[in-house]
């Protein structure tokens, strides 16, 4: 014997049913209505089993007869049990018996005693019965209930429960041939404790998504609603009662409410309880008494008419008020659902409780009630608003527009101001809204002159818009000002708050000092504001502005702060924005290899952030830059140049982008963004690219050696003594002094580039950043010497056994050696690449190429890496120990052994290939191409400085001359070939 035991709707039946679709089975089914005969599932087995063998039953024929037909047979229980018993024997042995009874709790106490009885006499026949039972039903009688617990004991068991969250996901999906989302996921399993029938019943009934997720009893299928009535009607009057009452509570069950509002002494309700907890309608939790699922509660709200509904929540608000047992979440949805008059109130309060313990969207939730059940207009719309607000703060920004807009069809203009700061408080940080813009400026005229802290939040958010539609306009500052005099007048920190982080985000680049006294008096209003939201806007602007005066402390005191408060909150965004300024921190420290850009996009796709892709690009480009990889450059270019587009057209994500072209070489995308800022003398107005800007702006006077414009932008950057050049997640360039010192170098002024190099190397220091203090020396090894312009071609004579070169008035002939006729090679490609073995051979490479193996294995490989890092790891130690002897070791080993990496490693990090016919070409070019510029070199220096600069060698070779000097060739005849 098999038991199938578990709750109504956990799937017994079906699950049979689908075991046995191929096997032959007899299948009987007890009768609940107490009209069938006696032994009723055991007359249904016998008759289907008469059929398939006949002969079984000719001995007992007579004792039979009677039970066959429906009647009552005239001999004893005993005699009639073993007549049946012994049948089914004597049928198992012409062939095997299958047999299923269906809902056997709910047979009559005959069939179960014949069962108990015919256990031992079945045992070791090729006799099975399969049995399916509800673990709990009030109708089966005491003493059914023991001739069950017996059969149960000799049976095999198996028990059934509700799905988990994974299989509900499954299950619905497989349903709705579609993936359903975690939420309706969520629902599902709260509404229906995950039992299969009811998961299905849903699914089907389901005609939008709205009505999976709802609690509304009119969101029940019928067809589920008549087998939860089938369930309670049975319940006997009283229980019913109270009941009906708990439905309403839908959550925990507490009893001395439920007492209170009926009205009923206490110990009855608890006796109630108990039986509905027996009866697997209710469970008992740790912190109370729940619903064993919310379809139950939903079908017993549908037995009662909305009137009787609204008097039921009214009697629980006033026996809660009584109490004082319920939180203020409770008492408002049973005073919206009774219309009491409080309700507004009260919505309003528990709301903020809500809020206070960042559950958004159960604030949300109960806003949209308030809006639909309120009557007043003003009290809905301030509902509506309230949700767009808790919506925007849960990150649900488009169902947040939604609200707004319902919102403004109130058509309320005191609720105008209100409705205009949510519009700018859900856009995107750095993307003005024009519309947003108008309804700001029309709300402004409808604060009344005493209300000082709306008007200063209306204030601080149109400055902050107009600041990002156009960062010039003369406007902003007033504005500004006249935030700050407001917020004063209105004496409220939160206000206050709003106020200085709109004058921070104008005040981004520049006015570092009036910033840091700004960022001082936020931090004295810490002790007063106590969101956890607002805790995040003052370590966002203490890490921006400890960040730009390179305070390395307070960069990561305030990231910590940054990190606290965001893990409190719980939001995408802020999970979002912290990875985005640990990857600052990495990249200040040269730790680039760690930083994850693909968990940042990620992270930003879920946030559903615009900016994802852009930052997550952003933070791995300088990077990428230092490692010479062009490839990923040339691929990243075209998401910063999308991502420019996100922030209207942005200067400084143009400038970023300007910075790119340029590390691969697009000289008219960079000289376009270049003139833009040039006509301004290099002085736009300050905003969060400035600082960055004049670095990348330095970079591109160095690589066109422009002196004159070296030196205007040494005086823009004097400015900044302690500046940052960097700005959110992007290219980490350090402290101003560094591209100070660079310009005066190349301007030849080495005293002034010195005194700037120690600067910036303090800064590096103060700041906790070796990995800008690696570049700060890596620029002093860079000697750069002004050239002059030439706005000439160079030609370049072939004349037999010598060469004739030819710039302006200067001429120099030299001996036709190997370099030059390479040189020639190169230059006569046109700005093409050309192979090293098509040099030195003329053939195609893959005719000649070959090789002995790479250079280094993998596993050799890695353990120079290994050491590289531990190496790397070493020589910050030392510089933070001061440590000179063990740092000038340290530096000799690490450059060594990148030298042996890079003379093993080719482009994109692939093995060189040892002994290959391509090296030793590569080598052979290289050596021969040195030698023949060298003997240029007193002669003509200023060609043989660009024959260095623009001619490339390397396994692919290519010359890239700029606009200003090209060089001709030509052979004796003065045939021009390039």
Same mark, same amino acid.
């Given at each position: 014997?098999?038991?199938? !035991?578990?709750?109504?709707?956990?799937?017994?039946?079906?699950?049979?049913?689908?075991?046995?679709?191929?096997?032959?089975?007899?299948?009987?089914?007890?009768?609940?209505?107490?009209?069938?005969?006696?032994?009723?599932?055991?007359?249904?087995?016998?008759?289907?089993?008469?059929?398939?063998?006949?002969?079984?039953?000719?001995?007992?024929?007579?004792?039979?007869?009677?039970?066959?037909?429906?009647?009552?047979?005239?001999?004893?229980?005993?005699?009639?049990?073993?007549?049946?018993?012994?049948?089914?024997?004597?049928?198992?042995?012409?062939?095997?018996?299958?047999?299923?009874?269906?809902? %056997?709790?709910?047979?009559?106490?005959?069939? #179960?005693?014949?069962?108990?009885?015919?256990?031992?006499?079945?045992?070791?026949?090729?006799?099975?019965?399969?049995?399916?039972?509800?673990?709990?039903?009030?109708?089966?009688?005491?003493?059914?209930?023991?001739?069950?617990?017996?059969?149960?004991?000799?049976?095999?068991?198996?028990?059934?429960?509700?799905?988990?969250?994974?299989?509900?996901?499954?299950?619905?999906?497989?349903?709705?041939?579609?993936?359903?989302?975690?939420?309706?996921?969520?629902?599902?399993?709260?509404?229906?404790?995950?039992?299969?029938?009811?998961?299905?019943?849903?699914?089907?009934?389901?005609?939008? +998504? $709205?009505?999976?997720?709802?609690?509304?009893? +009119?969101?029940?299928?019928?067809?589920?609603?008549?087998?939860?009535?089938?369930?309670?009607?049975?319940?006997?009057?009283?229980?019913?009662?109270?009941?009906?009452?708990?439905?309403?509570?839908?959550?925990?069950?507490?009893?001395?409410?439920? =007492?209170?509002?009926?009205?009923?002494?206490?110990?009855?309700?608890?006796?109630?309880?108990?039986?509905?907890?027996?009866?697997?309608?209710?469970?008992?939790?740790?912190?109370?008494?729940? *619903?064993?699922?919310?379809?139950?509660?939903?079908?017993?709200?549908?037995?009662?008419?909305?009137?009787?509904?609204?008097?039921?929540?009214?009697?629980?608000?006033?026996?809660?008020?009584?109490?004082?047992?319920?939180?203020?979440?409770?008492?408002?949805?049973?005073?919206?659902?009774?219309?009491?008059? /409080?309700?507004?109130?009260?919505?309003?309060?528990?709301?903020?409780?809500?809020?206070?313990?960042?559950?958004?969207?159960?604030?949300?939730?109960?806003? +949209?009630? =308030?809006?639909?059940?309120?009557?007043?207009?003003?009290?809905?719309?301030?509902?509506?608003?309230? $949700?767009?607000?808790?919506?925007?703060?849960?990150?649900?920004?488009?169902?947040?527009?939604?609200?707004?807009?319902?919102?403004?069809?109130?058509?309320?203009? !005191?609720?105008?101001?209100?409705?205009?700061?949510?519009?700018?408080?859900?856009?995107?940080?750095?993307?003005?809204?024009?519309?947003?813009?108008?309804?700001?400026?029309?709300?402004?005229?409808?604060?009344?002159?005493?209300?000082?802290?709306?008007?200063?939040?209306?204030?601080?958010?149109?400055?902050?818009?107009?600041?990002?539609?156009?960062?010039?306009?003369?406007?902003?500052?007033?504005?500004?000002?006249?935030?700050?005099?407001?917020?004063?007048?209105?004496?409220?920190?939160?206000?206050? #708050? &709003?106020?200085?982080?709109?004058?921070?985000?104008? *005040?981004?680049?520049?006015?570092?000092?009036?910033?840091?006294?700004?960022?001082?008096?936020?931090?004295?209003?810490?002790?007063?504001?106590?969101?956890?939201?607002?805790?995040?806007?003052?370590?966002?602007? !203490?890490?921006?502005? =400890?960040?730009?005066?390179?305070?390395? #402390? =307070?960069?990561?005191?305030?990231?910590?702060?940054?990190?606290?408060?965001?893990?409190?909150?719980?939001?995408?965004?802020?999970?979002?924005?912290?990875?985005? +300024?640990?990857?600052?921190?990495?990249?200040?420290?040269?730790?680039?290899?760690?930083?994850?850009?693909?968990?940042?996009?990620?992270?930003?796709?879920?946030?559903?952030?615009?900016?994802?892709?852009?930052?997550?690009?952003?933070?791995?480009?300088?990077?990428?830059?230092?490692?010479?990889?062009?490839?990923?450059?040339?691929? *990243?270019?075209?998401?910063?140049?999308?991502?420019?587009?996100? *922030?209207?057209?942005?200067?400084?994500?143009?400038?970023? !982008?300007?910075?790119?072209?340029?590390?691969?070489?697009?000289?008219?995308?960079?000289?376009?963004?270049?003139?833009?800022?040039?006509?301004?003398?290099?002085?736009?107005?300050?905003?969060?690219?400035?600082?960055?800007?004049?670095?990348?702006?330095?970079?591109?006077?160095?690589?066109?050696?422009?002196?004159?414009?070296?030196?205007?932008?040494?005086?823009?950057?004097?400015?900044?003594?302690?500046?940052?050049?960097?700005?959110?997640?992007?290219?980490?360039?350090?402290?101003?002094?560094?591209? &100070?010192? /660079?310009?005066?170098?190349?301007?030849?002024?080495?005293?002034?580039?010195?005194?700037?190099?120690?600067?910036?190397?303090?800064?590096?220091?103060?700041?906790?950043?070796?990995?800008?203090?690696?570049?700060?020396?890596?620029?002093?090894? %860079?000697?750069?010497?002004?050239?002059?312009?030439?706005?000439?071609?160079?030609?370049?004579?072939?004349?037999?056994?010598?060469?004739?070169?030819?710039?302006?008035?200067?001429?120099?002939?030299?001996?036709?050696?190997?370099?030059?006729?390479?040189?020639?090679?190169?230059?006569?490609?046109?700005?093409?690449?050309?192979?090293?073995?098509?040099?030195?051979?003329?053939?195609?490479?893959?005719?000649?190429?070959?090789?002995?193996?790479?250079?280094?294995?993998?596993?050799?490989?890695?353990?120079?890496?290994?050491?590289?890092?531990?190496?790397?790891?070493?020589?910050?130690?030392?510089?933070?120990?001061?440590?000179?002897?063990?740092?000038?070791?340290?530096?000799?080993?690490?450059?060594?052994?990148?030298?042996?990496?890079?003379?093993?490693?080719?482009?994109?990090?692939?093995?060189?290939?040892?002994?290959?016919?391509?090296?030793?070409?590569?080598?052979?070019?290289?050596?021969? %191409?040195?030698?023949?510029?060298?003997?240029?070199?007193?002669?003509?220096?200023?060609?043989?400085?660009?024959?260095?600069?623009?001619?490339?060698?390397?396994?692919?070779?290519?010359?890239?001359?700029?606009?200003?000097?090209?060089?001709?060739? /030509?052979?004796?005849?003065?045939?021009?070939?390039?």
């Amino acid at each position: 014997m098999f038991m199938v !035991s578990g709750p109504p709707g956990v799937g017994k039946t079906r699950l049979l049913r689908e075991v046995l679709t191929h096997q032959p089975h007899l299948w009987a089914k007890t009768w609940e209505f107490g009209e069938a005969p006696g032994l009723w599932p055991m007359i249904q087995l016998l008759r289907r089993l008469r059929v398939r063998t006949p002969e079984a039953f000719q001995q007992d024929q007579e004792t039979l007869a009677a039970l066959m037909e429906g009647g009552q047979s005239s001999f004893g229980a005993f005699a009639l049990y073993q007549a049946v018993i012994q049948s089914v024997l004597r049928a198992s042995w012409e062939e095997p018996v299958l047999a299923v009874i269906d809902d %056997i709790h709910a047979a009559d106490r005959s069939t #179960l005693e014949l069962l108990l009885m015919a256990e031992a006499e079945w045992r070791g026949a090729p006799i099975a019965l399969l049995m399916t039972r509800r673990t709990v039903d009030a109708r089966t009688s005491l003493e059914a209930q023991q001739c069950l617990a017996r059969l149960h004991q000799l049976s095999e068991d198996c028990v059934l429960s509700g799905l988990s969250q994974g299989e509900v996901h499954a299950f619905a999906s497989h349903l709705a041939s579609r993936d359903v989302d975690h939420e309706e996921v969520q629902a599902l399993l709260h509404r229906t404790g995950g039992l299969p029938l009811f998961v299905e019943g849903l699914m089907h009934n389901m005609h939008s +998504r $709205r009505v999976l997720g709802s609690q509304d009893s +009119r969101g029940l299928p019928p067809s589920l609603r008549a087998v939860i009535a089938n369930r309670i009607e049975h319940l006997p009057s009283q229980l019913r009662e109270v009941l009906r009452r708990a439905a309403l509570l839908r959550d925990k069950l507490e009893p001395t409410l439920l =007492a209170l509002s009926l009205p009923l002494p206490l110990v009855q309700v608890e006796d109630a309880l108990r039986q509905a907890i027996h009866e697997g309608l209710l469970s008992r939790e740790e912190s109370g008494v729940y *619903w064993t699922h919310q379809l139950y509660a939903e079908a017993l709200v549908a037995e009662q008419t909305s009137e009787q509904v609204r008097q039921g929540h009214l009697e629980l608000f006033q026996a809660m008020e009584t109490s004082g047992l319920a939180s203020s979440l409770l008492l408002a949805e049973h005073a919206l659902a009774g219309g009491h008059p /409080k309700a507004s109130k009260l919505v309003q309060a528990a709301g903020e409780e809500a809020e206070s313990v960042y559950a958004f969207k159960a604030a949300a939730d109960l806003y +949209r009630r =308030a809006s639909q059940k309120l009557t007043d207009p003003m009290d809905r719309c301030d509902a509506t608003i309230s $949700r767009a607000r808790s919506l925007v703060r849960a990150g649900e920004k488009r169902a947040a527009k939604k609200a707004l807009e319902a919102a403004q069809r109130f058509n309320l203009a !005191s609720r105008l101001p209100e409705i205009a700061c949510a519009y700018a408080d859900m856009g995107s940080f750095a993307i003005g809204d024009q519309q947003t813009v108008t309804l700001l400026r029309q709300s402004l005229h409808e604060i009344p002159p005493e209300h000082h802290q709306l008007r200063s939040a209306v204030l601080a958010r149109l400055a902050t818009q107009e600041l990002e539609l156009d960062p010039e306009r003369n406007l902003i500052p007033p504005l500004l000002q006249e935030s700050l005099d407001a917020a004063s007048q209105a004496q409220d920190p939160r206000t206050k #708050l &709003e106020a200085i982080v709109a004058s921070l985000r104008y *005040w981004r680049a520049d006015r570092l000092r009036e910033r840091a006294l700004l960022v001082e008096e936020l931090e004295g209003l810490q002790t007063q504001l106590t969101h956890p939201r607002d805790h995040l806007e003052l370590a966002r602007w !203490s890490f921006n502005t =400890a960040l730009e005066r390179c305070d390395g #402390l =307070a960069v990561r005191k305030a990231l910590h702060d940054y990190e606290r408060a965001a893990a409190r909150l719980r939001t995408p965004q802020e999970a979002f924005n912290v990875a985005l +300024r640990k990857s600052i921190v990495l990249q200040l420290e040269g730790r680039y290899d760690e930083i994850d850009s693909q968990a940042i996009l990620e992270l930003g796709q879920r946030a559903e952030d615009p900016h994802a892709a852009y930052f997550s690009v952003s933070c791995r480009v300088y990077a990428a830059a230092l490692k010479g990889d062009k490839a990923l450059l040339h691929k *990243w270019i075209p998401v910063i140049q999308q991502g420019s587009s996100f *922030w209207h057209q942005h200067p400084g994500v143009l400038l970023h !982008s300007s910075w790119l072209q340029l590390q691969v070489g697009e000289q008219e995308a960079v000289d376009a963004a270049y003139q833009i800022w040039r006509a301004t003398q290099f002085r736009r107005t300050p905003w969060w690219s400035h600082l960055q800007g004049l670095a990348i702006l330095a970079d591109i006077a160095l690589a066109r050696q422009w002196t004159e414009d070296a030196a205007l932008l040494v005086e823009c950057i004097a400015e900044y003594p302690e500046g940052y050049a960097g700005c959110g997640p992007t290219l980490p360039f350090g402290p101003l002094a560094r591209f &100070e010192a /660079k310009l005066q170098r190349f301007l030849g002024r080495d005293q002034e580039a010195k005194s700037a190099t120690e600067r910036a190397m303090m800064l590096c220091d103060r700041l906790g950043a070796p990995g800008v203090a690696a570049l700060v020396r890596e620029d002093q090894d %860079i000697t750069q010497v002004p050239v002059t312009t030439v706005s000439t071609n160079a030609e370049m004579i072939g004349e037999g056994d010598t060469w004739l070169f030819t710039l302006g008035n200067t001429q120099h002939r030299t001996k036709a050696i190997k370099g030059w006729s390479y040189i020639s090679a190169i230059v006569a490609q046109g700005g093409e690449s050309i192979h090293v073995l098509e040099l030195t051979s003329g053939a195609y490479r893959h005719e000649v190429d070959g090789d002995a193996g790479e250079i280094l294995d993998e596993q050799a490989r890695r353990s120079y890496a290994t050491r590289a890092l531990h190496l790397r790891q070493e020589i910050a130690e030392a510089e933070d120990h001061h440590d000179l002897g063990r740092l000038a070791l340290l530096q000799t080993e690490f450059e060594q052994l990148t030298e042996e990496l890079a003379y093993a490693t080719g482009l994109g990090g692939r093995s060189r290939r040892a002994a290959s016919n391509a090296q030793r070409a590569r080598t052979a070019v290289k050596q021969a %191409i040195r030698r023949a510029i060298a003997s240029l070199k007193d002669s003509i220096p200023a060609l043989a400085q660009h024959m260095e600069q623009h001619l490339k060698t390397g396994m692919l070779c290519k010359y890239s001359p700029p606009k200003e000097m090209q060089i001709i060739i /030509k052979d004796g005849s003065s045939h021009s070939k390039t």
